[in-house]
Nanobody, 129 residues
Framework: QVQLVDSGGGLVQAGGSRRLSCAASARSFSSVVMGWFRQAPGKEREFVAAIRSTGHNEYYAAYADSVKGRFTIARDNAKNTVYLQMNSLKPEETAVYYC???????????????????WGQGTQVTVSS
């Protein structure tokens, strides 16, 4: 069982930055693949980024093409926390952002929401133009 609490959302101007956090309660957090998804009003939930640990202080991350170069996903295994640093935000990125955990231990960094077993409650990010 994994519990996720995501936070850090709020109102930001276009071009601004925001950092989201997701605190996880999980045994062996370092083996959990963590992801971020978002869902805008009237749209399907979409993949943003995901990360897994590959060794001591080594990680593999994947990003949606739309955020590559602007968003950075990171994790602190000592704190059981994953972060999403978002820069150069656009109004169309207004959405509820969710962190997710894949606890199956297979190490697959999936872009599919059905691959993730646990979800945070979501945090609203509003980007004003």
């Amino acid at each position: 069982q994994v519990q996720l609490v995501d936070s850090g959302g709020g109102l930001v101007q276009a071009g601004g930055s925001r950092r989201l956090s997701c605190a996880a309660s999980a045994r062996s957090f370092s083996s959990v693949v963590m992801g971020w998804f978002r869902q805008a009003p009237g749209k399907e939930r979409e993949f943003v980024a995901a990360i897994r640990s590959t060794g001591h202080n080594e990680y593999y991350a994947a990003y949606a093409d739309s955020v590559k170069g602007r968003f950075t996903i990171a994790r602190d295994n000592a704190k059981n926390t994953v972060y999403l640093q978002m820069n150069s935000l656009k109004p169309e990125e207004t959405a509820v952002y969710y962190c997710a955990a894949d606890n199956k231990g297979l190490g697959d960094v999936s872009r599919r929401d059905y691959s993730y077993d646990y979800w945070g409650q979501g945090t609203q990010v509003t980007v004003s133009s």
